[in-house]
């Protein structure tokens, strides 16, 4: 987010290996030891979702809409990524990578349940975007590099978003663009 905002940021790894994501410094940022966090002037957040608005706030981008009603239609598929497609993202991403990664093997009924509930999101996602250029209509907003990353972790965990055309054309697009390439190039996987 802060490379497509254009923010001036630092950006600072932590290597869950060395459990430096529970050290009692970053525990003060997040009380249960994730990531992503922020600090700004002094102060944390935690959420990817709430950094995004945040940052999108303080740089004062259009990217996040002054007016009301389309900062509201943001917001929305901002959420329908964090509560609905990619919370089931996630799921399969712990049961698919983070579980075999700490010994444990994928609970397939789990998997089947996220793989079912992302399908059918994925389909609802696939639709709105082949009506729409972006999630919010014809222009990009902070809730297409929000979404990004959920997708951009699809292929990661087992998911496959080749019956999506419309959502591949669009992550497509996304990860054309010279920010998101910077910023792909900082993460790792």
């Known amino acids: 987010m802060a490379e ?4 001036d940021y630092k ?5 869950p ?5 529970k050290t009692p410094e970053h525990l003060a940022r997040h009380p249960m030891g994730k990531v992503p966090t922020l600090t ?4 944390s957040l935690f959420e990817g979702a709430t950094i995004c608005r945040y940052m999108a706030a303080v740089e004062n981008s259009k990217l996040y809409p002054d007016d009301l009603y389309d900062r509201a239609i943001v917001d929305q598929w901002i959420d329908f990524f964090s509560q609905h497609l990619g919370r089931w993202i996630n799921s ?3 049961h698919n990578v983070l579980g075999p990664r700490l010994g ?5 009924d789990a ?3 996220a793989s079912g509930f992302a399908t059918s999101q994925a389909e ?6 082949g009506e729409n250029e972006y999630l919010c209509g014809a222009n990009l907003t902070i809730a297409d590099p929000y979404a990004f990353a959920y997708i951009r972790a699809a292929e990661n965990v087992g998911f496959s978003m080749d019956p999506f055309p419309s959502i591949i054309a669009w992550h497509d697009k996304l990860k054309a663009r010279p920010d998101v390439q910077k910023a792909e190039s900082l993460v790792k996987d």
């Open 92 to 94: 399969l991403y712990f």
């Open 17 to 21: 290996r060395a459990r430096a994501h």
């Open 11 to 15: 950006l600072h790894l932590l290597d």
């Open 124 to 129: 609802t996602v696939d639709k709105h975007l």
């Open 4 to 7: 497509v905002l254009g923010a």
């Open 40 to 43: 700004h002037d002094g102060r």
């Open 111 to 113: 998997v089947d349940e």
């Open 104 to 108: 444990k093997e994928p609970q397939q």
